[in-house]
């Protein structure tokens, strides 16, 4: 299984994803942290709720396992709605849509995921039906086809993508709403423990739970992932109580490092210092080094190491800080990017 299957995709296995389901805040009360998102949504669903009406369609972006689905489906149990789910890849033809909205009740969610990966004419009815709601069937082929106008209930769209930058703009223009999501704070990511910790009846002293949310790469999926291995460890080799020392010592396990590093990041690390001299490089031959697709080493490990002060992207390529270097133990160049000036 590679990162990309572990991280981007729920094919972490059964358990987990059942777990993941179970863990999901199923109210904007209960969902932690994001509080400019959060307060911008609530006024959105509030004054639909109040001219009762459906709200303007929202996009929302922001690397993997930071709270996308949820709040998806926070906004239709919001709205008291019933809440469809597709993704970009599913709709491959125009029809894969229209077969969907043609069949969407007055009010309805419409969630697609991955939004970014929806085909070109797909996307081209989806515009219609945003702004107008309405779609053109088209019927037979050639000079003889024919556009059969249908008329779709008035619904809300819910996209999300972890590359916003990859939406055409007249898609992203009709959005009304979009929510930037950031990595959580650490102190947000130990509400998240404390509450998944208390649903999974596991004891969480609060050193323990500060440790965790340190390693949990600013995301409330990996704090959730990491809480469980760590009681596993907790229970087998000591009495299942996670102290600060046991979270410590079952993390470095599983090797994810005291910044919240885990293997992919420090991969690309190393690869960038020790094949390339800490860059400039581009994405495709960081990729190649790594051996893992620009897709994941972009998505999934980049946007964490920028925000570590670790990576800069550039127009040149990546780049690897004087914090990266040191961060692997090793001594940055003279010259390297980002480095205090001692002169
Ligand atoms: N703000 C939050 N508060 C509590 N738990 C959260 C929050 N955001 C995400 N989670 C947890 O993280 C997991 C992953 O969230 P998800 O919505 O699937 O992320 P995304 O769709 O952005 O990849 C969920 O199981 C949920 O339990
Ligand atoms: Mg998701």
């Known amino acids: 299984m590679g990162f990309e299957r572990e991280m981007l995709s729920p094919a972490a296995?059964?358990?987990d994803l059942q777990v993941e389901a179970a863990l999901r805040p199923k109210r904007l009360s209960e969902f932690i942290g994001q509080a400019r998102?959060?307060?911008?949504?609530?006024?959105?669903?509030?004054?639909?709720?109040?001219?009762?009406?459906?709200?303007?369609h929202v996009l929302m972006s922001g690397s993997p396992g930071l709270g996308k689905t949820t709040l998806a489906m926070?906004?239709?149990?919001?709205?008291?709605?019933?809440?469809?789910v597709t993704s970009g890849p599913a709709l491959e033809r125009a029809g894969d849509l229209a077969a969907i909205?043609?069949?969407?009740?007055?009010?309805?969610?419409?969630?697609?995921?991955?939004?970014?990966?929806?085909?070109?004419?797909?996307?081209?009815?989806l515009y219609l039906a945003m702004e107008d709601f309405r779609v053109d069937i088209v019927v037979g082929k050639g000079p003889g086809?024919?556009?059969?106008?249908?008329?779709?209930?008035?619904?809300?769209?819910?996209?999300?993508?972890?590359?916003?930058?990859?939406?055409p703009a007249p898609l992203r223009d009709r959005f009304g709403f979009t929510a930037h999501m950031d990595f959580y704070e650490v102190a947000e990511l130990e509400q998240v423990l404390q509450r998944s910790a208390g649903l999974l009846g596991v004891t969480l002293p609060a050193d323990g739970a500060l440790e965790i949310a340190r390693r949990s790469r600013g995301t409330p999926r990996i704090a959730n992932r990491l809480l469980r291995r760590v009681r596993d460890f907790a229970d087998v080799r000591a009495d299942g109580v996670i102290n600060r020392e046991?979270?410590?010592?079952?993390?470095?396990?599983?090797?994810?490092?005291?910044?919240?590093?885990?293997?992919?990041?420090?991969?690309?690390?190393?690869?960038?210092?020790?094949?390339?001299?800490?860059?400039?490089?581009?994405?495709?031959t960081l990729a190649v080094a790594v051996g893992e697709e620009p897709e994941t080493v972009e998505v999934v490990?980049?946007?964490?190491?920028?925000?570590?002060?670790?990576?800069?992207r550039t127009p040149?390529?990546?780049?690897?800080?004087?914090?990266?270097?040191?961060h692997l133990g090793m001594t940055p160049p003279p010259d390297v990017f980002g480095a205090p000036d001692f002169t």
Do not use: C
């Open 13 to 15: 296995g059964g358990d």
């Open 37 to 56: 998102v959060r307060e911008q949504l609530s006024l959105v669903l509030e004054s639909a709720l109040r001219r009762q009406r459906p709200p303007d």
């Open 74 to 84: 926070i906004i239709a149990a919001e709205l008291n709605a019933p809440l469809r």
């Open 101 to 125: 909205l043609s069949t969407l009740t007055e009010g309805e969610v419409l969630f697609i995921d991955e939004i970014h990966r929806m085909a070109r004419p797909a996307e081209e009815m």
């Open 145 to 167: 086809a024919t556009a059969i106008p249908l008329d779709v209930a008035p619904f809300t769209l819910v996209g999300a993508t972890t590359r916003a930058g990859l939406l």
């Open 246 to 284: 046991i979270a410590s010592a079952a993390l470095n396990l599983y090797e994810v490092d005291a910044e919240g590093l885990d293997r992919l990041d420090r991969a690309v690390l190393g690869a960038l210092l020790k094949n390339f001299g800490g860059g400039p490089v581009g994405l495709s």
């Open 301 to 312: 490990a980049e946007p964490f190491l920028v925000r570590q002060g670790l990576l800069a």
């Open 316 to 326: 040149r390529g990546r780049v690897a800080t004087a914090a990266a270097w040191i």
